[in-house]
């Protein structure tokens, strides 16, 4: 895919780009932060740049979609970003959630049946047949004269990656602009989406794209990307940062929780235990054990999940 597909504007852009004085000083970098968190409020996060196109491909005139499908967990960010966007588009959608349906509802989940989502909750040990259930979804809709449109979860396929393509280039003339020398740009990876669209925008030139695996692991994830970028762009790099999945997927410690708290009102900035809190972690983490670069400037993507944060209420009630 050569050039980028059709697109509609979703997310609040340009995201700012702002220096994390108190962290570089602390770790001696020049450390920043691109606010991807701000793309939006209730349509907010790494998840808003994807939906652009997948939403602009939905719309297209030869699929004319009147309805998005997609799945995650119960407290996905992707869902409730997918179902916001449909509902400002003037869609519906439908949810296929992993887990069981809570007696009450809060964070994106909450979110997601404001604006009028369907859902369908699924055990754990069916996710691997995610794609059929979704595409039974679809067949029921069609069936009754509807038009279903199917998005992967976390929005990760070739259309959506072109969200952080064109992300990587908004980036590259803010760090341009402000005569920054980037070396690295760490994110979470938890779909494999973000990571790819990253590789693509950022292939050909010095900048490493570093993502943390929140699940799964580097050699997972390698291939996922690999797949992605392969037939786009053989020159496209990134760099798995493995080891900091902590207590697994959706899981944390009071030791997280802790750091989390520190740089909150360190720095202001919100991270979630799913996503944002691991992947600033192991950028700090790597910094203190000397491995990331001090001579240029780091990047850390913020992609959002400020309403993750509200399924982990009772760990940062009593956070030791
Ligand atoms: C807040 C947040 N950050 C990062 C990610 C990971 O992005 P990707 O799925 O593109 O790897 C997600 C995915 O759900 C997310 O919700």
């Not at 700012?16 to 962290?23: A, C, I």
Request: charged letters at 20%.
């Amino acid at each position: 895919m050569a050039s980028p597909p059709p697109r509609v504007s979703l997310a609040t852009l340009p995201t700012r780009l702002e220096r994390l004085d108190r962290t570089s000083a602390l770790l001696g970098l020049d450390l920043w932060v691109k606010r991807d968190d701000l793309t939006g409020a209730a349509l907010s996060g790494n998840k808003v740049r994807k939906l652009e196109y997948l939403c602009g491909e939905a719309r297209s005139p030869a699929i004319d979609a009147d309805t998005l499908i997609t799945c995650g967990a119960v407290t996905s960010n992707h869902c409730r970003a997918t179902a916001v966007a449909a509902a400002t588009l003037g869609l519906s959608s439908h949810l296929l959630l992993r887990g069981s349906e809570p007696a009450v509802p809060d964070g994106n989940l909450l979110l997601g049946r404001l604006v009028g989502a369907e859902t369908t909750f699924i055990d754990p040990v069916a996710w691997p047949e995610r794609a059929e259930r979704m595409e039974a979804i679809a067949v029921a809709l069609r069936a009754q004269g509807r038009r279903p449109y199917v998005i992967p979860e976390g929005g990760s396929n070739a259309v959506g990656a072109w969200g952080y393509r064109e992300a990587a280039r908004e980036l590259r003339e803010q760090a341009e602009r402000l005569g920054l020398d980037l070396a690295q740009v760490w994110h979470a990876t938890g779909s494999g989406g973000t990571t790819a669209g990253l590789a693509l925008g950022f292939a050909g030139t010095s900048v490493e794209v570093c993502g943390v695996a929140v699940c799964d692991d580097a050699a997972y994830f390698d291939a996922v990307i690999e797949g992605l970028v392969a037939p786009q762009d053989p020159r496209a790099r990134w760099r798995i940062v493995d080891g900091y999945q902590g207590a697994g997927y959706g899981r944390t410690t009071p030791e997280d929780i802790a750091f989390y708290g520190y740089v909150a009102k360190r720095e202001g900035l919100i991270l979630d235990p799913v996503y944002t809190g691991k992947a600033f972690r192991a950028l700090v983490l790597e910094a203190a054990a000397g491995r990331v670069p001090r001579d240029r400037s780091v990047v850390f993507l913020h992609t959002g999940g400020i309403y993750g944060l509200f399924s982990f209420a009772e760990a940062f009630a009593s956070p030791s």
